[in-house]
């Protein structure tokens, strides 16, 4: 995992890198407002099958190339 700042992300220069900037420093800087409405009991009602990232990734670790 890289910590890349929404200001250096802006900054990569393909299309699209200052509107995902923009995305990533408005869920970094208004988290609660991003978070706060989305309850993951109702996705899990919705969706009983959706996993925990832990979970996801114990599924999937194989498929992640490390170098």
Sequence with gaps: YNDVPPEVYR???FP???DLGN???FKRD???VFCGPRN???ARALNPSLQTFDGWLV???SRIPME
């Design 11 to 13: 900054g990569f220069g």
């Design 16 to 18: 699209g890198a200052e």
């Design 23 to 25: 995305m990533f420093q």
């Design 30 to 32: 208004f988290q609660e």
């Design 40 to 42: 993951p009991s109702v």
């Design 59 to 61: 599924q999937n670790k």
